[in-house]
C-alpha cells in the first residue's frame, strides 16, 4: 500500500505527516492542559501572532479589534489582547513597572521594538492607565533599574530583564526572582581590562 495519498486538491502529500501533526497536536494539547485558563489563553495568542495565524472571526477578540488605536497598521489589526487588558493582568504597581509593561506590549503585540517616551504615553492613556507625572523621569527611571535600554537614534527598548520581569507578572516573587537573575548574569560577565601600555 502506497505511504502517500492525495487530497481533494490533488496534492500528494504522506500519510506519516498526517500521523506528525496529530503527534504535535496530542503533545500541545497535552502541554497546555498543564496552564491555567489565562495562561493558556496566553500562549495561544502568542503562538498565533508569531506565526500571523488569522484569530477566529467571532468571539471577543472580533470585538477587540474594533476599538480604536493609534500606533500604525499592526496595531489597527487584529491582536490578541488590548492594552487596557494586558496592564490589567500584570498589575504593575509603581510607574516604573507599568512602563516596563508599556514596553513589553509596544514590543510584543504592537510590532514597535523602539520606542520614544511619547509612545509609552500614548499607549499608557490607551491602557487607561493613570497618566505620569512625568513620563521623561518615569522612562529614564526605568532605564536606570534595567527595565529599558537605550537604543537606535536616541530611542529606548525593552531589556532581557525587563523582558524577563513582565513575562513574570503577577507573580511578584518570580518576577524580582527573573529580574534578579538576569542582573546577576550581566554582572557576572568579565570586563575587558585597559592594557597597562595604553
Same mark, same amino acid.
Given at each position: 500500500?502506497?505511504?502517500?495519498?492525495?487530497?481533494?486538491?490533488?496534492? *500528494?502529500?504522506?500519510?506519516?505527516? !498526517?500521523?506528525?501533526?496529530? +503527534?504535535?497536536?496530542?503533545?500541545?494539547?497535552?502541554?497546555?492542559?498543564?496552564?491555567?485558563?489565562?495562561?493558556?489563553?496566553?500562549?495561544?495568542? *502568542?503562538?498565533?501572532?508569531?506565526?500571523?495565524?488569522?484569530?477566529?472571526?467571532?468571539?471577543?477578540?472580533?470585538?477587540?479589534?474594533?476599538?480604536?488605536?493609534?500606533?500604525?497598521?499592526?496595531? +489597527? &489589526?487584529?491582536?490578541?489582547?488590548?492594552?487596557?487588558?494586558?496592564?490589567?493582568?500584570?498589575?504593575?504597581?509603581?510607574?516604573?513597572?507599568?512602563?516596563?509593561?508599556?514596553?513589553?506590549?509596544? *514590543?510584543?503585540?504592537? !510590532? *514597535?521594538?523602539?520606542?520614544?517616551?511619547? !509612545?509609552?504615553?500614548?499607549?499608557?492613556?490607551?491602557?487607561?492607565?493613570?497618566?505620569?507625572?512625568?513620563?521623561?523621569?518615569?522612562?529614564?527611571?526605568?532605564?536606570?533599574?534595567?527595565?529599558?535600554?537605550?537604543?537606535?537614534?536616541?530611542?529606548?527598548?525593552?531589556?532581557?530583564?525587563?523582558?524577563?520581569?513582565?513575562?513574570?507578572?503577577?507573580?511578584? &516573587?518570580?518576577?524580582?526572582?527573573?529580574?534578579?537573575?538576569?542582573?546577576?548574569?550581566?554582572?557576572?560577565?568579565?570586563?575587558?581590562?585597559?592594557? &597597562? !601600555?595604553?
Amino acid at each position: 500500500m502506497s505511504p502517500y495519498k492525495s487530497n481533494r486538491n490533488g496534492v *500528494t502529500t504522506s500519510e506519516d505527516n !498526517d500521523a506528525d501533526d496529530a +503527534s504535535v497536536l496530542a503533545e500541545v494539547i497535552s502541554a497546555l492542559r498543564q496552564l491555567s485558563p489565562d495562561s493558556r489563553q496566553r500562549l495561544i495568542d *502568542t503562538v498565533s501572532t508569531f506565526f500571523s495565524a488569522k484569530a477566529p472571526s467571532s468571539g471577543p477578540s472580533a470585538s477587540q479589534s474594533t476599538s480604536p488605536v493609534s500606533f500604525g497598521s499592526s496595531f +489597527s &489589526e487584529s491582536k490578541p489582547i488590548t492594552a487596557k487588558q494586558f496592564i490589567l493582568e500584570k498589575e504593575p504597581r509603581t510607574d516604573v513597572e507599568r512602563i516596563g509593561c508599556l514596553a513589553f506590549y509596544l *514590543t510584543h503585540y504592537a !510590532d *514597535t521594538p523602539h520606542f520614544k517616551t511619547l !509612545d509609552l504615553s500614548r499607549l499608557n492613556t490607551e491602557a487607561a492607565q493613570p497618566k505620569f507625572s512625568n513620563a521623561a523621569v518615569s522612562v529614564e527611571n526605568a532605564t536606570k533599574m534595567g527595565y529599558l535600554v537605550p537604543a537606535i537614534k536616541g530611542l529606548k527598548q525593552l531589556s532581557a530583564a525587563g523582558e524577563r520581569f513582565v513575562q513574570a507578572l503577577p507573580d511578584r &516573587e518570580a518576577a524580582k526572582a527573573a529580574m534578579n537573575a538576569v542582573r546577576s548574569r550581566m554582572r557576572r560577565r568579565p570586563l575587558m581590562k585597559k592594557s &597597562e !601600555d595604553a
